[in-house]
């Protein structure tokens, strides 16, 4: 799966995704954002390679995966709330949505509750 491909689907999904820095500036990977607010907002890494093809994402520590992928969730450590990736290859394109679309829940109602 390309990652304008996963992008373009979790947008058709009904998602609020801000990606467009993210896609302007080329870092390592593509961060997608809960809103135009960036800072503490991020809930999805997508990692490609040089033909655009998704190679791994990684997302918040509190999403709830597909049972189908937990034997494959590895966790990072790298210190951030963004602690948990799946490799491609190891699930399905809907495994991976299902997941960006978790992630994206779970970064939506802490903001909701930060708010309060």
């Known amino acids: ?3 304008r491909e996963l992008i373009k689907e979790l947008k058709e999904r009904g998602l609020d995704v801000h990606d467009e ?3 302007k500036s080329n870092p ?3 961060a997608l954002y809960y809103s135009e607010k960036m800072r503490g907002r991020k809930f ?3 990692y490609e390679d040089k033909n655009n093809d998704v190679t791994r994402v990684k997302f918040h520590k509190e999403t709830v995966s597909p049972t189908s992928l937990l034997e ?3 966790k990072t450590g790298d210190g951030s ?3 948990k990736q799946i490799k491609v290859g190891n699930g399905s394109n809907e495994d991976y949505i299902e ?3 978790s992630s994206y829940n779970v970064v939506k109602e802490l903001c909701q509750i930060r708010k309060k």
Request: glycine share 0%.
């Open 1 to 3: 799966m390309k990652v």
């Open 44 to 46: 999805l890494e997508i």
């Open 28 to 30: 390592p990977y593509v």
């Open 72 to 74: 494959f969730i590895e």
């Open 99 to 101: 997941v960006a679309i």
């Open 81 to 83: 709330p963004i602690t």
């Open 21 to 23: 820095y993210a896609l």
